[in-house]
């Protein structure tokens, strides 16, 4: 248990659906991240979220709409997927100060796009 | 950003120590260096971080040279569950720095 839970665990959805993933932290951290890893390939950072404001959006495509309504929750929307999209999605926080590079991450979506 | 280089991979046989060494030699002074360990399907743990010199925790130890360029994760006597992805970081806190490389896959056989 690392204090930061995501749900669905397993998500499988159409091309046409929407669907959102959820992401919760216990650790009163003030940022709270989304990474996608494909298989065998490295975790890429998507969105970063400090204070419920977005400071970081790696060039996701925008049917990946994320939102962060609170320190403590983030959620990843997503609409109109891709066979590609189909990932493991992880959520994680950490506490920013300086020097400090300790995330906590949860156990991550299983998403299927079919 | 400071850039990191891992070996791709290495192997291990049970009850050796490892020795996981990180290049990262335009690392800024505000950087610290830190590890994580990835199983398959899981998110990356954290398993430690340093400045400079040697720390140690009941996990790991990590060697930083004087100039920093470089650390070495060390993992004394592995086990069959240290089998993973090992990533080293560097970074000054910033949420931009929370960015993974490619990582060491380390496999521990019997």
């Known amino acids: 248990e690392t204090g930061v839970t995501q749900t669905p665990r397993h998500l499988v959805m159409g091309m046409t659906n929407k669907k959102s993933l959820k992401c919760e932290q216990h650790?009163?951290?003030?940022?709270m991240y989304w990474y996608k890893q494909s298989a065998k390939k490295p975790l890429e950072l998507m969105f970063v979220y400090s204070l419920e404001e977005r400071v970081e959006n790696n060039s996701v495509p925008s049917r990946f709409s994320p939102e962060c309504p609170n320190s403590s929750h983030l959620f990843l929307h997503l609409h109109t997927l891709q066979p590609e999209d189909s990932a493991l999605y992880l959520c994680a926080s950490s506490q920013v100060t300086g020097g400090n590079t300790e995330a906590f991450f949860g156990q991550g979506t299983r998403l299927t796009v079919v | 950003l400071a850039k990191t280089t891992q070996p791709i991979s290495m192997d291990s046989y049970e009850g050796q120590e490892v020795n996981i060494t990180c290049s990262h030699n335009?690392?800024?002074?505000?950087?610290?260096i830190t590890w994580y360990q990835q199983f398959p399907s899981q998110g990356p743990r954290f398993i430690i971080q340093g400045y400079k010199t040697k720390v140690t925790n009941e996990v790991a130890s990590l060697f930083i040279p004087a100039d920093r360029k470089s650390s070495t994760l060390s993992l004394p006597r592995v086990s069959l569950s240290d089998t993973a992805v090992y990533y080293c970081l560097v970074g000054d806190g910033r949420y931009s720095t929370l960015t993974f490389g490619k990582g060491t896959m380390l496999l521990v056989s019997p």
């Open positions: 335009n690392i800024a002074t505000n950087d610290y």
């Open positions: 650790l009163g951290h003030n940022a």
